[in-house]
């Protein structure tokens, strides 16, 4: 079975949900049209499914090692990465004046997908990449811009993010990593850890933004500022010169990725410290940061929805050839004919294009954000959207992975067990994405401690406003009104516990976060499921079979897959912890 892109899914949910044509061609869009979508679509679809997928196994069976203090990646990979630099994919939604493309992001979230779903390894490089150009057009000063932009955004340097240490995971307040100043620049000096793509020979050059504290700055997260610290230093005409105080030191053996270079690295080993340049403003550090971990998590919620595809396609492609046993009223046939091997990838089916409708979702409102005039009510309210869908499109989807990853495996039996099938692969490369870039719970807690409570739940009320308005309308269909009945539900359960939790004390609300992130993630996905099916069925006679497929989908996610949401609203109700029966056993008693 080979990964193929299910670009006709994708191009009806980047213009029904996401909105792609209403920003193609507004500012800061404007080289973008809607007739050149499907174009840029298909050459991405290409080198997904030529270049990467093919060696995705060879990442997993050959991963990359250190000799002689530098990493080597695996065979086929550096040319896979020139190829995907020649063609421009570094520079999607990168500012034109620097040399990007100037996309839409969600057409960039699109085009993620297919890297993510074709060989994960490999695309976690580009979109560390990516994430680190974006953090330099926001907050660099003119200079950063103009020496390493140019060279980030063609594709001939990468980028990393450097957050994680050995005494500081999610903790950032313990990061100990310090900046000593040295005339226009800093020495840098720590160890930080789990640094994916950390070092290769894929690139001219890497240009790591690492997080620490300066000199007499302020304990916690108040003190922390953000470097720029490229593996070789430009020199005068650009081009990278002399080899700065850094490197791996080892690489973490991991349970999945195997193909992704995931580093230990040190600054200042040899004892002069690694040159980095301050980005911004001193101990801001932590916010900038949150510029690169945004792009980041939304493109690992990207990363679930590719994995959750390629699991589909790849359970579909073997119960349709599996011969096992006799199907229920039939004498003979291949195991899809079993009710419950179709229950299982309807399962999947369903649970993919909901996290792809969340995630694109997210990526539209981060485009609307952009084409209005700064300040303005339509821009500020889709920021708004974009920032509460973020932990829903990382949390989620990443949780849902795992779900179809499973499935996947469970649907080839005991041939998903062995290696030859590639079923197993998957378990391991989806298991690592609800844990970096921030784990599940830590996103729930920013769902229910941040975006909900910094504006009374007013964004959270809105989006469900919405969903009932589209329940009121799908309600009308002859083929809509059972999900519509069944996701009006949710929604009103959502509501009412919404202004629950608000009442609250912090201490429950963080006992059922995990709880309420998954509640709304799986409303969400039904009530965009909902909206898709009606567009559909607008559009029923230019398609009818693909359109007839969107409204099975929904059907089945409302019936089948929207009841866990309201379990998880209960739990969230009755969310408590037998504080002493846990010391007792921690305590051994």
Known sequence: ???????????????????????????????????????????????????????????????????????????????????????????????????????????????????????????????????????????????????????????????????????????????????????????????????????????????????????????????????????????????????????????????????????????????????GWLIGEENRGLSYMFTMMNSARLHVGLEGVGLSELATQKAVAFAAERVQGRPLGRRDGTIIQHPDVRRMIMFMKSMTEAARAISYTAAGALDRSLTGDAGAPGAEGARARYELLIPIAKGWNTEVAQDVASLCMQVHGGMGYVEETGAAQIVRDARIMTIYEGTTAIHANDFIGRKMQRDGGAELSRLLLEAGETCAHAAKSDRLANAAGFVGESVSQAQELTQWLLQESDETRAAGAVNFLMGCGTLIGAWLLLKSALAAEAAMEQDPHFHQSRIRVCNFFAAQVLPRARAHFSAVRHASLPDQWLDDMALGI
């Open 1 to 275: 079975m080979t990964y193929r892109a299910p670009l006709k899914e994708m191009r009806f949910m980047l213009r029904e949900l996401a909105g792609v044509d209403e920003v193609c061609g507004r500012a800061p869009f404007e080289e973008a049209s809607p007739e050149l979508v499907p174009a840029i679509l298909e050459e991405a679809a290409k080198l997904a499914e030529n270049v990467l997928a093919p060696l995705n196994g060879a990442g997993e069976a050959d991963p990359p090692k250190i000799v002689d203090g530098q990493v080597r990646e695996t065979a086929g990979f550096a040319e896979a990465y020139r190829q995907f630099a020649e063609g421009g994919w570094a520079a999607c939604s990168a500012n034109p004046r620097f040399g990007g493309m100037g996309l839409p992001h969600a057409i960039n979230s699109a085009a993620s997908e297919m890297w993510a779903a074709a060989n994960l390894s490999f695309s976690i490089c580009p979109i560390l990449s990516m994430a680190a150009i974006e953090t330099l057009e926001s907050h660099g000063d003119a200079e950063l811009q103009r020496k390493y932009l140019e060279n980030m955004v063609s594709g001939r340097w990468t980028g990393t993010m450097n957050l994680t240490e050995p005494q500081a995971g999610s903790d950032l307040a313990a990061v100990r990593t310090k900046a000593v100043p040295a005339g226009d620049h800093y020495r840098i000096f720590g160890q930080k850890i789990f640094i994916s793509w950390g070092d290769h020979e894929m690139a001219d050059n890497i240009v790591h933004l690492v997080l620490a504290r300066i000199e007499g700055a302020p304990e916690g997260v108040h003190g922390i500022s953000l470097f720029l610290v490229p593996k070789h230093v430009p020199g005068e005409g650009g081009a990278p010169g002399e080899r700065n105080d850094l490197g791996p030191i080892a690489l973490e053996k991991k349970m999945g990725i195997h193909g992704s270079a995931t580093c230990a690295m040190v600054y200042g080993e040899e004892g002069k410290g690694a040159a």
